[in-house]
């Protein structure tokens, strides 16, 4: 997720469908993140929600989270530049032990938005954030790294003025989250707002990887 561009002044809308072209039929698509899914934080992203109403995509699914590193759809082989292949998942476990053995305390306050997607706002820990997201996001994409917690996309095109006098107006205290893992999750590739599945967890203190879902990538599952 990226800064609207300065030019930019409608949101981009974003609709339910399955992105056959996209996915290739390639069930899953593989990110690092952390979740942030939290009471705290879930009553935050639905008051959020609430105040920009219909102007949001329904039925979004999607656990809280902060997004480090999109990987792609894990497969055996690569196939394109979005393949996520066992060579590329042991590179990114070997850069997670090079982390220091701390948690990470965050703070969320306040909400801004994308052209796609409203978000709750990081306003602690970000530079650790964004040394994580360099770690594990090889693939740059030119645009600069905001943290932040998407609550939801957006379903048609508004004006971003009306965007921002509502959120101008949303007011939320800051809550705290501590960080002592990052997790590799996995949503359906043929849902656009579906539910992230952990595959696997490592935790910061242990250095230790505790694989929660195998079967979600093929070179452990057999």
């Known amino acids: 997720m990226n800064n609207p561009p300065e030019t930019a002044t409608f949101t981009i809308p974003c609709r339910h469908d399955n992105f056959v072209g996209w996915h290739r ?13 939290t009471a705290a934080i879930r009553e935050m992203t639905h008051n959020l929600r609430h105040a920009l109403g219909d102007w949001l995509l329904p039925d979004y699914r999607r656990q809280p ?14 196939q394109d530049a979005h393949s996520y292949t066992p060579d590329l998942f042991q590179q990114d476990i070997a850069r997670l ?14 909400a801004d938005s994308f052209t796609t997607a409203p978000y709750l706002a990081l306003t ?10 360099r770690i594990l996001s090889p693939r740059h994409t030119g645009h600069p790294y905001i943290p932040h917690i998407t609550a939801g996309f957006y379903r048609r095109a508004i004006p971003l003025r009306d965007i921002h006098d509502a959120l101008a107006i949303f007011s939320m205290q800051s809550c705290a989250l501590t960080v ?15 539910q992230l599945q952990t595959i696997c967890r490592f935790d910061l203190h242990s250095r230790q990887l505790d694989i929660v879902r195998p079967n979600l990538l093929p070179w452990l599952s057999g």
């Open 25 to 37: 039929g390639r069930p899953f698509y593989a990110v690092w993140l952390i979740m942030a899914d």
């Open 65 to 78: 989270h902060i997004t480090l590193g999109i990987r792609g759809f894990p497969q055996y082989r690569q």
């Open 97 to 110: 032990q090079q982390l220091p053995r701390v948690a990470l305390s965050l703070t969320c306050q306040g």
């Open 124 to 133: 602690s820990g970000r530079e650790t954030l964004l040394d994580w997201h």
């Open 180 to 194: 002592s893992r990052i997790e590799l999750a996995a949503y359906a590739s043929a849902e656009t707002a579906g």
